[in-house]
């Protein structure tokens, strides 16, 4: 039997993980579709539903459904309650468990991209939307030493840091970077089709040597902010890392089996520089 597989959001066009999710059940030599499942919120209850399907093995979520599909699951995992987000439903037996693999999938490619170990570390966020809480979780899961948020708009900020308690915190103005191990840019400034394409999110004037730049906007793979970072001879990680580690962990919930992770890079990246190219 076939079997399917999918990303439900709206729009999904120009999703990438279709792309890398097909590579990796064709490398593992699964038979398994990866669809496009474009879904406007009315739809969602229905397509949910029909996940329960023995030949689902269940779905990726992305924008804007990730908080409207938690109460059509049957369970939801911790993180993913904390985060009030669900990026992955798993389909066993006809019930529907939903998990959140994007903060984890993020810490995944800070050790294994960046090499580097966020236990103990201090990390400044920018940004306070869905993405920079998922991060947040993580981090703090991971034991973070201090995980410092700005936000353009301050009451977000401070609104994220008292939903997740110690060592979480807002700051109301940005801090010199000096005293961060990593900053990570969690806003789509310098995001390709986003408000700010060509912005920085903050200045990097201040940052010491050993600070580590992590962009999770993947379009374009180098950002001004990565640009800006590289110039000064900072250490950088792009964001697609994070969108393939975060498959990653969704391709092993559905199937038990580890990701190709090398092969979900290769095809991420080959549709990437295709897309650069066609926008030329
Ligand atoms: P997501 O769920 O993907 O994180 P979001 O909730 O829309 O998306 O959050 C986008 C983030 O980018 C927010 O932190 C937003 O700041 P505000 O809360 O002040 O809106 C930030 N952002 C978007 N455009 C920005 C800009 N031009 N300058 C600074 N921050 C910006």
Same mark, same amino acid.
């Not at 729009?11 to 890398?20: C, D, K, Q, T």
């Not at 699964?30 to 474009?38: A, G, S, T």
């Not at 580097?116 to 201090?122: I, Q, T, V």
């Given at each position: 039997m076939t079997r399917r597989a999918g990303i439900i959001g709206y !729009?999904?066009?120009?999703?990438?993980?279709?792309?890398?999710q097909q590579a990796a059940f064709a490398h593992s030599g699964?038979?398994?579709?990866?669809?496009?499942?474009?879904t406007p919120l009315p739809d969602l209850p229905a397509r949910v539903a029909a996940l329960?399907?023995?030949?689902? /093995?269940? &779905? =990726?979520? %992305?924008?804007?459904?990730?908080?409207?599909? @938690? !109460?059509?699951?049957?369970?939801? *995992?911790?993180l993913a309650a904390r985060a009030g987000a669900v990026n992955t439903i798993v389909n066993r037996d006809g019930r529907l468990f939903g998990f959140n693999t994007d903060g984890p999938g993020f810490v995944a490619a800070l050790r294994q991209e960046a090499f580097?170990?966020?236990?103990?570390?201090?990390f400044l966020l920018? *940004?306070?939307?869905?993405?920079?809480? *998922? @991060? &947040?979780?993580?981090? /703090?899961?991971?034991? &973070?030493?201090?995980?410092? @948020?700005? =936000?353009?708009t301050p009451e977000r900020a401070a609104a994220l840091a008292r939903d997740l308690g110690a060592p979480a915190r807002a700051l109301a103005d940005l801090p010199p970077l000096a005293g961060y191990d990593c900053?990570? =840019?969690?806003? %789509?400034?310098g995001m390709k089709g986003?408000?700010?394409?060509?912005?920085?999110?903050?200045? +990097?004037?201040?940052? *010491?040597?050993?600070?580590l730049v992590v962009d999770i906007v993947y379009a374009p793979?180098? %950002?001004?902010?990565?640009?800006?970072? &590289?110039?000064?001879?900072?250490?950088?990680?792009?964001? +697609? !890392?994070?969108? @393939?580690?975060?498959?990653?962990?969704?391709?092993?919930?559905?199937?038990?089996?580890?990701?190709?992770?090398?092969?979900m890079v290769r095809a991420a990246e080959n549709e990437l520089a295709r897309r650069e190219g066609a926008a030329r």
């Open positions: !729009p999904v066009g120009h999703s990438l993980s279709p792309v890398f699964l038979d398994v579709v990866y669809e496009r499942w474009e329960r399907a023995p030949d689902v /093995l269940g &779905a =990726n979520v %992305t924008v804007p459904h990730k908080e409207h599909v @938690i !109460p059509l699951l049957d369970e939801v *995992g911790g580097f170990e966020p236990g103990g570390r201090a920018l *940004g306070a939307g869905g993405a920079a809480r *998922g @991060i &947040a979780l993580a981090l /703090l899961e991971a034991r &973070a030493a201090a995980v410092d @948020i700005w =936000n353009r900053l990570v =840019n969690c806003t %789509t400034v986003g408000p700010d394409p060509e912005g920085l999110p903050c200045p +990097l004037d201040s940052a *010491g040597p050993g600070l793979r180098v %950002t001004p902010l990565l640009r800006a970072a &590289a110039a000064r001879g900072l250490r950088t990680l792009g964001g +697609l !890392p994070m969108l @393939i580690y975060q498959g990653a962990l969704a391709f092993e919930l559905w199937t038990g089996l580890p990701a190709p992770v090398d092969v």
